[in-house]
Nanobody
């Protein structure tokens, strides 16, 4: 079992920044990929980006590329999502998830999910 706890969400003005954290506990040796997703009201869950827990290589959705950065601190078992130049359309509940696959593609590839943290960007 793996447990995930997100934190760092809140209300921010457009153009501002937030950093989300995803603390990972449990059988972390099985983790290969950590992903960030978001879901806005009335919309489907959307991939934001991911990071290889082994190599640190990152991958981002086009909508956040250049504004969001994912990093990991393996010693602290924490993955971060630094969000800069936030826009109102970034408003959503943000989730982190972990996969035992090194080639996680799509929601179904992820095995454990956090409870989510709300990010609201005002215009």
């Amino acid at each position: 079992q793996v447990q995930l706890v997100e934190s760092g969400g809140g209300l921010v003005q457009a153009g501002g920044s937030l950093r989300l954290s995803c603390a990972v506990a449990g059988r972390t040796f099985s983790i290969k990929t950590v992903g960030w997703f978001r879901q806005a009201p009335g919309k489907e869950r959307q991939f934001v980006g991911d990071v290889s827990y082994i190599t640190g290589i990152t991958n981002y959705a086009d909508s956040v590329k250049g504004r969001f950065t994912i990093s990991r601190d393996n010693a602290r078992k924490t993955v971060y999502l630094q969000m800069n130049s936030l826009k109102p359309e970034d408003t959503a509940v943000y989730y982190c998830a972990v996969s035992r696959s090194a080639r996680a593609v799509g929601d179904d590839s992820y095995d454990y999910w956090g409870q989510g943290t709300q990010v609201t960007v005002s215009s």
